[in-house]
């Protein structure tokens, strides 16, 4: 049996980009290392989830690891509060939120406290307490946004939002949307209200207060989602996994399903990470594990920005940092793919496949020769993300035999 190194390169597909001279930024990247993997394995084109899904990275990594997005994915609070560096546990109820202003009759007057930028931090510190058996988490984000983590017994996903999603009305009374969300929706209701009191009382507000500035007195809860229970990576597919990863929310999802996190210097989840420092932990790493999934998010980023050279220049950086990467072929499957395709000329997430390759020593070589969007269509497999761990278990030899 062997290892597997999954090297999910987020964002990675593109379109044709007039900066490139039409090509996308695969095509147009000096990538040696990517190509001969190629050459000497196996490759195809991956729909994220399902051909024409636009996904998220959440529900994409989900798909990868073998969850199904559409039976485990909850709504966006918990993956949110994964993304703030939250723990959420199988269970927790998480919400997306915000610091907003409220006048004295509770209307909310700014949704976004004066667009505040500093001291979310010290108000949300507060706001982690229990009520009755239940503990509250929150954890400030960027500008006026935060996150809501509430974990214990009997909690449901089941209930509405305080936020009234616009100025002018008053905050909302958090209601159950059935029997199953009332126990839920009672301790939030009380959570909120003491809340609301220690924000007033806060220094950081009657400091805004005194510089003529609206105060972050009430935490507007939205998207109520409970996080999934999904049964542990190494129990599905009897392997002991692992993650890097620079993006919080990533981490978490492996979390979620039971594997460690492995932390490298170095790695900032941003375009100027240091990919090299990446390569060198992950090899360390698959000395100790079967497993191990690595996200490079940088191609994203370059995606997002509409910045094709940009987006280039990432792909020839992490393909100079994977140069020694042959020194593990031989006993692990090296699979090289995105979550989903981040097209330059759309600046977001868009439904196009993905390149996929498959390497290792022994493994049946096809005609794709090229690691980009076209290229690879001339290889073995047309795919969608949730087969690749099936690929990968039958190319580490650890498939089990269906039938006799
Ligand atoms: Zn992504
Ligand atoms: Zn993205």
Do not use: W
Not at 346 to 371: E, V, Y
């Amino acid at each position: 049996m062997k290892k597997i190194f999954l090297i999910v390169l987020d964002g990675l597909g593109d379109r044709p980009n007039i900066e490139l001279q039409g090509r996308t930024a695969l095509q147009a990247a000096y990538k040696p290392n990517l190509n001969r993997l190629v050459k000497e394995g196996q490759a195809g084109i991956m729909h994220p989830v399902s051909p024409g899904s636009r996904t998220g990275s959440d529900t994409s990594h989900l798909s990868l690891l073998g969850y199904d997005p559409a039976k485990y994915y909850t709504g966006r609070g918990p993956f949110e509060a994964m993304g703030l560096g939250m723990t959420v546990l199988g269970g927790d109820i998480a919400f997306r939120a915000n610091f907003g202003a409220v006048d004295a009759n509770g209307v909310v007057t700014d949704r976004r406290a004066g667009r505040i930028t500093s001291g979310t931090d010290k108000l949300a510190d507060v706001l982690s307490f229990s009520v009755d058996g239940i503990d509250f988490f929150v954890k400030a984000g960027v500008e006026h946004r935060a996150a809501l983590v509430m974990r214990g017994k009997g909690l449901s996903d089941r209930i509405t939002d305080s936020d009234p999603h616009e100025p002018g009305l008053k905050v909302r009374e958090v209601k159950p949307l059935d029997e199953k969300g009332k126990f839920t929706a009672d301790v939030l209701n009380k959570y909120l209200s003491m809340a609301r009191k220690k924000l007033t009382d806060h220094p950081v507000n009657t400091e805004r207060i005194r510089e003529g500035k609206e105060p972050a007195n009430e935490l507007l809860i939205r998207g109520a989602g409970q996080a999934p229970t999904l049964t542990p990576f190494s129990e599905l597919f009897g392997m002991k996994a692992a993650c890097i990863s620079g993006i919080p929310m990533i981490t978490g999802i492996c979390r979620l399903v039971g594997m460690d996190s492995i932390a490298v210097k170095g790695a900032t989840g941003r375009l100027d990470s240091d990919f090299r420092a990446k390569f060198e932990a992950a090899y360390k790493t698959l000395n100790d594990y079967d497993f191990l999934i690595m996200n490079v998010k940088a191609t994203d980023i370059a995606g997002h920005d509409g910045n094709p050279i940009a987006k280039r220049d990432a792909i020839q950086r992490i393909d100079t940092a994977m140069k020694d990467i042959d020194k593990i072929l031989q006993d692990t499957v090296v699979c090289i793919t995105g979550d989903h395709s981040t097209p330059c000329a759309m600046k977001d997430h868009s439904g196009d496949p993905l390149p996929i390759l498959f390497s290792t020593g022994g493994i049946r070589k096809d005609r794709a020769k090229l690691f980009d969007e076209i290229s690879c269509t001339e290889g073995t497999y047309n795919i969608n993300s949730g087969d690749v761990m099936k690929i990968l278990l039958q190319l580490s030899d650890r498939a089990e035999k269906y039938g006799a």
